[in-house]
């Protein structure tokens, strides 16, 4: 006995030959929402984008054509401001003082974050884990003038250390939550069975579990790198002139009686792009290290 099926591709017409199948229309509600989706998308897009965007007109702007809103697109460029920035305002050096102090503060929050993440994973130190949510959430601004009065007593002020340590003040609390969801995440049977195999808890923590956490320690130290970067606060209190950053060295643009927007925007274009290089190639690492613990359980 044959089933005739009207839905196969094989049926024939008449005349001997195949007749295509219909595809069943997509609701009306779907197709509005992918429209509405894409919409949103752009609007979005265009208002991150458009104030870089004009951030690097004006950088080639001189100030009169800046004030100028018939130069808004259409204007003659010149690249005297970048010129300002990088060889008279010797922004060669700032550059330097802020990759410093942005690396040697996420290196060293690195090395006292991971262990201690690892502990209260593994061990479920609660209180701990409270104390570190709390130093997340205090304000940094409130312990400026503690941290002052201490560090001037101290004669720091002025120095790389103080601000080593003020910037590590947030990025410790920020690797250590970090890192802690990403432990979560990792198996303890795997350490367990390293441990079967011979190797002590901190032989299996060097061996397994740090392998293994790469992608959250390169989540955890590009965004304590990033804060690093562009902090301005504790800099412009703590530093001095041998160790400004260049957050602060940008403020100098900004006078009593005016502003040099040219050259305050060639110099935010400087401190904005080297940033945005690091968050373009390494955005894979930060998605697979903020999602990690997400699906846990």
Known sequence: MTVVNEN??????????????????????????KVFRVAALIAVVLFLVAPLFWMLLASLKTNVDIYDTAKSFIFSPTFENYANVLQRNNYFVFIFNSFWVAFVSTALSLVLGVPAAYAMSRFTMHRSALVVL???????????????????????????????????????????YIMMSYFDSLPLELEESAQ????????????????????????????????????????????????????VAIFDFVSYASIDWGGLMAAATVVTIPIMIIALFTQKYIVSGMTAGATKG
């Open 196 to 247: 079967v195999d011979g190797l002590t808890p901190i032989g299996a923590f060097q061996r397994i579990t740090l392998p293994l956490s790469v992608a959250g320690m390169a989540t955890a130290g590009i965004l304590s790198f990033i804060f690093s970067w562009n902090n301005f606060m504790f800099a412009l209190v703590l530093s001095g002139s041998k160790t400004k950053t260049l957050p």
């Open 8 to 33: 196969t591709e094989n049926i024939k017409t008449h005349a001997g030959q195949p007749r295509p199948v219909r595809r069943p229309k997509k609701p009306l509600g779907t197709r509005a929402y």
């Open 134 to 176: 709390m130093a997340r959430v205090i304000p940094g601004v409130s312990l400026l003038v503690p941290w002052y009065y201490v560090f001037s007593n101290l004669k720091m002020v002025g120095g790389f250390e103080v601000l080593i340590l003020s910037h590590m003040f947030v990025a410790l609390p920020l690797i250590v």
